[in-house]
């Protein structure tokens, strides 16, 4: 997209040497989506930029969405909406005292001119619900909705474009996941992908599952979970995951951030070490940012 969110594309691949990897003959490859563009980083350019232009299109100048307080696509919405000059609604899970003072998250939204708009944890689980949609646009007007994280079919196809970037030059591209809309557009079009969910639960299967129906009528390439490197939950951290991100960080002067990233490379290293990858295998990590 031109203008103020013209991006770096496509985005540098790097060589990591790693000895977690080389000792097994494998070679991984650091996808770096985070260099993308300064505000909006690595899959929050590719799924929102489609979903600014469907706006766009519709004919809209408000956007709502939704997440936690530290919610990075919140910050990246609010940015988007500052540099095209549109209006942005972030609705925000949890009560509005626990959050004050506001984080820096937040507080980064609330510079770049989003409406912020908290609501308790039950009606949060209401976000898609029709009524409840309606009822948000009797409180702020006519908006365009974009889904909690950016997944949605627009977004979908927008990663895809991540996937034709790693066709050919990796046997495996992996990815952390949270709502799985960067996974199912980066599966579709690339190598076989591997994605790591950074919540707990099982749902996330079916849901790039049906992300891939909405986006292309069907299955598309070849993906799977592996669900042991969400280390408690979404934002959670364990000592051992600590340890390996401080060590990373230290060798290769790449600082991690323990939500997505870390338990990415984490959970690669660790099902490196376990034999999980054929030798000769070369792997695309992508750093989301």
């Known amino acids: 997209m031109p203008g103020p969110l013209a991006a770096r594309l496509p985005s540098p691949l790097t060589e990591c040497g790693d000895e977690r990897f080389t000792r097994r003959g494998l070679r991984l490859l650091l996808k770096r989506d985070d260099l993308l563009h300064p505000a909006l980083p690595g899959n929050k350019w590719r799924k929102l930029v489609p979903n600014l232009a469907a706006a766009a299109e519709a004919g809209h100048d408000t956007l709502l969405t939704f997440g936690g307080a530290y919610s990075n696509h919140l910050r990246a919405t609010a940015a988007a909406g500052r540099l095209l000059g549109l209006r942005t609604v972030g609705v925000v899970r949890g009560d509005e005292l626990a959050h004050r003072p506001l984080n820096d998250s937040l507080a980064r939204c609330r510079a770049d001119g989003m409406r912020l708009h908290f609501v308790s944890r039950a009606e949060y689980r209401r976000r898609a619900e029709p009524e409840y949609t309606d009822g948000l646009r009797e409180r702020f007007g006519p908006f365009f909705l974009v889904p909690e994280g950016g997944s949605n079919a627009h977004a979908v196809r927008g990663c895809a474009a991540l996937g034709r970037e ?30 790591i ?69 984490f959970g690669l290293a660790v099902l490196a070490e376990e034999g999980a990858f054929p030798p000769g295998t070369t792997i695309a990590a992508v750093v989301t940012g």
């Not at 790693?166 to 994605?195: E, F, I, S």
């Not at 099982?202 to 992300?211: G, I, W």
């Not at 401080?246 to 939500?259: I, K, M, S, W, Y």
């Open 197 to 265: 969910p950074v919540l707990r639960g099982s749902f996330l299967a079916d849901e790039v599952r049906r992300l891939q129906r909405d986006a292309f009528g069907g299955p598309a390439g070849t993906w799977r979970l592996e669900e042991r490197f969400h280390c408690g939950g979404y934002a959670r951290t364990t000592p051992a995951l600590e340890r390996f991100a401080r060590a990373f960080e230290q060798r290769h002067g790449l600082a991690l951030d323990r939500v997505y990233v870390a338990k990415l490379l």
């Open 166 to 195: 790693l066709r050919g030059t990796a046997d495996l591209a992996a990815v952390a996941c949270g709502t799985g809309g960067t996974l199912a557009g980066l599966a579709a079009a690339g190598p076989p992908a591997l994605g």
